[in-house]
């Protein structure tokens, strides 16, 4: 992962934890409406993809003991890890894209309703992403994936040439010196060969990219309303990091079709998609949506492209938004030959899961001041709708003034969350000195990137022979951590 040069180690501070009695009167642990639901407290636990469902998306007894693992703790939401509103093969992430997945999703939801005396609401984040192919081997691109066209008989010198003669000439030509024939490609043909190819909202040459517009309403509502009768709270629509609602809604969408270009061009699909998700889950679902309070990638959106399109999802009625930073593929590092480019491992990845290896600002509420600014645009055009912040976020001192000074209603601790479940139970009832701190290694996002089942180095070697645990298929880790044991 991309770390900032500055290089400087920071170490977690929690100061002085709550009694319980300040716990109780603080805003953190206060209920809070959330369209017509209401949450026990203004915590949050953000989506993460933890990489345990079955190879055709089905939900597993390992997602369920994870999330029901996490719904002990008593947070005031789970938002499930995003989940492909497609029926199409996407690896062990889950799937919402058919009726079929329904029964392992209800399973899911009464897990957590069970692990967390109902106190928990269970959101699940829909998504939809583009495809994108693994680095190829130079030659196996030279000779088979390259699309041969006039521009490079022309660079070549060859008009006449045929298909292979222009194969060979290039295979060739980059065995001797891979800059010169780099030179001869376009950018988008560079890119497939030294990243893979990835396709793009902007690609409207592809039908299937160029009728989006058309098909997304109707997948993300059909998902929207299986996930209710699966028996899910909320939804939480997936329009942050790399992926299409996010591109859509990025400056850099330059589509002319009316779907890019302008802010109102933007977020033309993202109110399109809510408009179709809302009328089929009705007014009593809770529906909102998570976005980036910045692109940070060179032409993406900031923070007041951001406020603009925070008050238009508050105007056209979401019940939450929800912010996140960062994590594109844009300034993604060169995978090996045959991997996957992973859209957190550049700066902007680093914004989205900040390390503990940082600048003078340090990995810590990185995403406090975005939210403020955000926020305080709804209120000022007079909207009240909950704004969730998170990154950085594990201790209660924060949590708690970030709520007081107005940058945000509710706060979500993802990594925090997966260090110690526990989090919630143990500020709430005064035993903050319990917590097991998050290091913000990133040892768990290293998994993520290697699409390796998802665990926390905090506990995953703990207690490794304790009878009937679950562990990762090389029987070297656990998949949950172990329970607290009360004093
Ligand atoms: C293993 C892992 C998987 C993640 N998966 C998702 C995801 O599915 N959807 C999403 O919006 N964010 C995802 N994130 C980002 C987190 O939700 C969160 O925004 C980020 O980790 C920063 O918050 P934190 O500092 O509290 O961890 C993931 C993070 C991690 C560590
Ligand atoms: S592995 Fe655990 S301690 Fe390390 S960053 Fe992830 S959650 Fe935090």
């Known amino acids: 992962m991309w770390r900032p040069p500055q290089r400087i180690k920071w170490k977690t501070d929690p100061g002085p934890w709550p009694t319980a009695q300040q716990a ?48 002990s703790g008593k947070p005031g939401v789970i938002v499930i890890e995003a989940t492909g509103v497609r029926d199409v093969p996407s690896g062990p992430l889950l799937r919402i894209g058919d009726d079929r997945f329904i029964p392992g999703l209800r399973k899911l939801v009464d897990a957590v309703r069970e692990a967390s005396n109902g106190q928990t609401k269970l959101f699940i984040q829909l998504i939809d992403f583009l495809s994108i192919r693994r680095r190829p081997d130079p030659q196996k691109f030279f000779e088979r994936f390259l699309r041969i066209t006039d521009s490079h008989r022309a660079a070549l010198n060859l008009p006449q040439a045929d298909e292979a ?12 010196s891979p800059e010169a024939v780099s030179a001869l490609l376009s950018a988008r043909e560079r890119e497939a060969l030294e990243m ?54 990025s400056a850099l969408n330059t589509r002319e079709d009316g779907w890019g270009g302008a802010r109102e061009a933007r977020v033309r699909l993202p109110l399109a998609v809510y408009a ?22 060179p032409g993406g959106n900031r923070v007041d492209d951001a ?20 994590g594109r593929f844009e300034d993604a590092k060169q995978p090996k030959v045959g991997g996957v480019a992973y859209p957190y491992t550049g700066p902007s990845g680093y914004e989205c899961m900040p390390q503990y290896i940082s600048d003078e600002q340090g990995p810590f509420g990185r995403n406090v001041e975005p939210a403020r600014q955000i926020r305080q645009r709804l209120r000022d055009a007079g909207l009240q709708t909950p704004v969730v912040t998170a990154g950085g976020i594990y201790d209660f001192a924060t949590a708690e003034r970030l709520l007081q000074d107005g940058a945000a209603d509710i706060v979500g601790l993802a990594r925090q969350s997966l260090a110690d479940p526990d989090w919630f139970e143990k500020v709430r009832s005064g035993q903050g000195a319990a917590v097991n701190l998050c290091r913000y290694t990133n040892y768990c996002e290293a998994l993520d990137a290697g699409h390796e089942v998802v665990t926390c180095e905090l506990w995953d070697r703990k207690g490794l022979d304790a009878p009937g645990i679950m562990k990762t298929p090389d029987g070297k880790r656990r998949m949950v951590p172990p329970p607290w044991q009360h004093d």
Request: hydrophobic share 50%; with cysteine.
């Open 24 to 71: 109780a009167d603080s805003l953190l642990f206060t209920p809070l409406a959330l369209g017509p639901l209401q949450l026990s407290s203004r915590t949050w636990v953000p989506a993460m993809v933890p990489w345990r469902a079955t190879e055709d998306g089905f939900v597993t007894p390992a997602n369920i003991e994870w999330y029901a693992r996490f719904a």
């Open 165 to 176: 003669a222009v194969r060979a000439a290039l295979l060739q030509g980059w065995q001797a």
């Open 196 to 249: 893979g190819e990835r396709e793009r909202v902007t690609d409207v040459h592809l039908p299937h990219i160029r009728d989006l517009p058309q098909h997304l309403p109707g997948l993300f509502a059909d998902a929207a309303a299986r996930a209710r009768s699966a028996g899910f709270d909320g939804i939480e629509l997936h329009y942050a990091h790399a992926y299409t609602m996010s591109s859509f809604l």
């Open 276 to 297: 179709a998700v809302r009328e089929r889950v009705g007014k009593d679902g809770v529906v909102g949506c998570r976005f980036l309070a910045d692109d940070i990638v």
């Open 307 to 326: 406020a603009w399109f925070g008050e238009a999802f508050a105007r056209a009625g979401m019940d939450f938004i929800s912010l996140s930073r960062g």
